[in-house]
């Protein structure tokens, strides 16, 4: 078993006083019952990471003595999933494998067909519980850049903030959807690595159940995103999100 892996805030991020505090102490005393002297891992979600031993012990507060310390580089480029909110517990599933798979942001969205109705305070309470799902995913996979969990928003008002990308992808069961390896194939070119050199950031949408509307692939598609197939097998919207970050981890992150 390797050293188990804690998070400490980016704010609370200082290697002359690094402790872990709730719900991280809670994890590190009474689930992983360390002890003083007991070597651990820490990281801040920004590229940081040390390894230390346990110093002191108390309430909601575990003392940390710093060993050694490095910081990892970021990936040469962003994904970012727009991901419909699914129902049960599936986004937890989604949220986790993306954090595994290298996205920086995931946006849930609130689209026509998705089930899930979220009031202003669950909208929070949902995102600050999926945030934690990807600090643990993070914590277990030993990726030391945190995904960026958003506020739950429609798709119209996500188009309306303009964020810019080098690629959008949405994904579609319209007859005019390209399959996602023609895409990267035609933005290849004759380059050996054009991926690497021009996509910087990529933006992939994911529907929900039932997909998204005509209406909503329009929006899309007046946005810039290009519209895409996975194949002639219809896929449950976690596996399609999977898919589509798996295939654009692999071509678009430079090997090290």
Known sequence: MGIPRFYISPKQWNLDSLALVDPEAHHCQDVMRMKEGDRVVVFDG????ATAKVATL??????LKVLHHARSPQATADIVLGQAIPKGKNMDVI???ATELGAVGIIP????RTIVRLTTDEARDRREKWQRVAIEAAKQCGRN????VRQPITLKAYFDSAEEFDLMLVASLQPDARHLKVVLHDLAGDHPLPHILRLRRVLV???PEGDFTPAEIALAKSAGCRPITLGPIILRTETAAIYCLSVLSHEVFAPA
């Open 46 to 49: 920004r590229g940081h990471e």
């Open 58 to 63: 108390s309430k909601g507060r575990v003392a």
């Open 95 to 97: 949220i986790e494998k």
């Open 109 to 112: 969205l609130i689209s026509e």
């Open 145 to 148: 850049w945190l995904p960026e």
């Open 205 to 207: 949408l994911i529907g």
